[in-house]
């Protein structure tokens, strides 16, 4: 079992940046592999970055890929992610997600999550 609790949310003009933080309770944090989800207004939720257990690999959706960065620090049991060069698309809520269970190493369907954080608003004004 894992708690995750997202922070960092809030409202940010389009060209600014943002950055999301993700507290697991887990205490084996190093086995879970993590990811960000966001679901805006009226959509179903999409994938949007996933970081391997080590941190070293790493996955992004095309729409954020060059502007959105994940990582982890597993020895402070946090994963983040650096949103810049946000635009009014970007509008959404942000979850954390964690699971141990996929032999991937890096994780993007939404499917392979079984843990999730009550999530974050971001909110881009054009």
């Known amino acids: 079992q894992v708690q995750l609790v997202e922070s960092g949310g809030g409202l940010v003009q389009a060209g600014g940046s943002l950055r999301l933080s993700c507290a697991a309770s887990?205490?084996?944090?190093?086995?879970?592999?993590m990811g960000w989800f966001r679901q805006a207004p009226g959509k179903e939720r999409e994938f949007v970055a996933a970081?391997?257990?080590?941190?070293?690999?790493?996955a992004y959706a095309d729409s954020v890929k060059g502007r959105f960065t994940i990582s982890r620090d597993n020895a402070k049991n946090t994963v983040s992610l650096q949103m810049n060069s946000l635009k009014p698309d970007d509008t959404a809520v942000y979850y954390c997600a964690a699971d141990v269970t996929s032999r991937r190493t890096v994780v993007t369907a939404e499917d392979d999550y079984s843990y999730w954080g009550q999530g974050t608003q971001v909110t881009v004004s054009s």
């Open positions: 887990a205490r084996t944090f190093s086995t879970y592999y």
């Open positions: 970081i391997s257990r080590s941190g070293v690999s790493t």
